[in-house]
């Protein structure tokens, strides 16, 4: 897969050079490109944001730059990703989706947000795709592109060493993932649960299902649909 990221803070991503994505990039199976939107700008302060049309408070990102931007990165397969509280909401659904794309593109919006007209232009000339982290307001796209590009790289094949601590993870079935406990068995008074020492497969399955139920009950009934 390659990833694109444009954004006023390129020195944020520099995270991606280590741990599993660092190892899936240096292994080819990420090919990463961070681009500067300020490269794309051609006055001496190398503006990105204006004062908005209609007044109202902080700063808009200007279109030009991203016209270039996007002009120099796109191709035919890019599925483009404006990070934005206004979005649908990011989920383990989504990041399946993203990780089967071939080409991702991800515009990190600062200040008020981005002219809307980049949007709409983009949309003419690729796929495009809103999305939002959550439902609280950051101060830009950075960490929620972090959070995607790390959430979509895990479930790209071969990024995982062990496949099967995918499809056991909270989300991926619908329910909070069940607790998990290694040695030593006994510590600070507290022991491990006796049905995991027992060696009886059918036992642990059936009980970290019920812990996976009971979790979900407490924290997210939402997710049960109660
Ligand atoms: N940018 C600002 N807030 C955001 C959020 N909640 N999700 C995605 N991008 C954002």
Redesign the pocket.
């Known amino acids: 897969m390659r990833i694109d990221i444009v954004t006023i803070f390129p020195e944020f991503f520099g995270v991606l050079d280590i741990s599993l994505l660092g190892k899936a990039r240096q292994s080819g199976m990420i090919e990463l490109g961070v681009h500067n939107l300020r490269d794309f700008t051609h006055d001496r302060h190398r503006t990105v944001d204006d004062t908005p049309y209609g007044g109202g408070a902080g700063m808009v990102m200007k279109p030009e730059p991203w016209g270039e931007a996007f002009d120099e990165i796109l191709d035919d397969e890019a599925l483009v990703i404006f ?3 206004a ?1 649908e909401r ?1 989920t383990q659904a989504t990041a399946r989706e993203l990780s089967e794309e071939k080409h991702l593109v991800f515009g990190c ?1 600062r200040y008020e947000g981005i002219d809307q007209r980049v949007i709409d232009h983009t949309r003419g000339r690729a796929r495009v795709r809103e ?11 950075e ?3 972090m959070a995607m590009i790390e959430a979509v790289g895990r479930l790209i094949p071969g990024v995982v060493g062990n496949p099967a601590s995918l499809t056991e993870e909270s989300h991926e079935d619908g329910l909070l993932e069940y607790p998990s406990y290694t040695k030593p068995s006994g510590w600070r008074g507290l022991d491990v649960p006796d049905v995991l020492t027992s060696g009886n497969h059918g036992a642990i399955a059936a009980w970290r299902h019920e812990q996976q139920l009971e979790r979900t009950r407490r924290v997210r009934p939402d997710l049960l649909g109660d």
Not at 131 to 138: A, F, Q, R
């Open positions: 990070p934005s509280p979005g990011f919006g999305i939002s982290l959550g439902d609280y307001v950051l101060n830009g796209g960490v929620a592109v």
